[in-house]
């Protein structure tokens, strides 16, 4: 996330009250509580970057080091645990996805809030119009350090 993105989340963050302004003002105050307009206005803005097929915009919501879990990594033929760990490794994953023949296209369905996470509902062309959550969890940077994707119908293995 550039400097300029990652002040402009944070001084969002704060202003809606979603999270202290230090990771040590952050523990002293316990659990971060999201606010309902912050996770509306991130999920907006995370659909729109995937949308845009622009990979930099959509790593941009990203910690350097975050875990990525999916069914549909493992899938097709990444990695047999379905999680990658780090920016690097999921850009391999994501990018053809999002490349210029790509036709994918998210619709924004709804946004979830918890203590420390959103979850983001959604239908993707891109998996055969399957419902998606994506379950975002944050770090005090306003950073997504964990996603796991969740899909209905499932994702299964095929059978051997």
Same mark, same amino acid.
């Given at each position: 996330?550039?400097?300029?993105?990652?002040?402009?989340?944070?001084?969002?963050?704060?202003?809606?009250?979603?999270?202290?302004?230090?990771?040590?003002?952050?523990?002293?105050?316990?659990?971060?509580?999201?606010?309902?307009?912050?996770? *509306?206005?991130? $999920?907006? *803005?995370?659909?729109?970057?995937?949308?845009?097929?622009?990979?930099?915009?959509?790593? !941009?919501?990203?910690?350097? *080091?975050?875990?990525?879990? !999916?069914?549909?990594?493992?899938?097709?033929?990444?990695?047999?645990?379905?999680?990658?760990?780090?920016?690097? $490794?999921?850009?391999?994953?994501?990018?053809? $996805?999002?490349?210029?023949? !790509?036709?994918?296209?998210?619709?924004?369905?709804?946004?979830?809030?918890?203590?420390?996470?959103?979850?983001?509902?959604?239908?993707?062309?891109?998996?055969?119009?399957?419902?998606?959550?994506?379950?975002?969890?944050?770090?005090? *940077?306003?950073?997504?350090?964990?996603?796991?994707?969740?899909?209905?119908?499932?994702?299964?293995?095929?059978?051997?």
């Amino acid at each position: 996330m550039t400097t300029i993105r990652r002040l402009a989340c944070c001084l969002l963050l704060s202003l809606t009250g979603a999270f202290a302004m230090t990771s040590h003002a952050a523990e002293a105050a316990g659990p971060t509580h999201f606010t309902q307009d912050f996770a *509306d206005a991130f $999920a907006r *803005d995370w659909v729109a970057g995937w949308n845009s097929h622009d990979i930099e915009r959509i790593l !941009s919501h990203y910690a350097e *080091d975050f875990e990525m879990r !999916s069914p549909l990594i493992a899938l097709r033929g990444f990695e047999p645990s379905g999680r990658f760990q780090g920016k690097q $490794a999921v850009r391999a994953y994501w990018e053809p $996805a999002v490349g210029p023949a !790509s036709s994918l296209h998210f619709e924004l369905l709804q946004a979830f809030v918890s203590v420390d996470s959103i979850a983001i509902h959604y239908r993707s062309n891109g998996s055969g119009g399957r419902l998606c959550v994506e379950v975002l969890q944050f770090n005090a *940077d306003g950073e997504v350090i964990a996603g796991a994707a969740h899909y209905y119908p499932a994702i299964e293995p095929p059978a051997n």
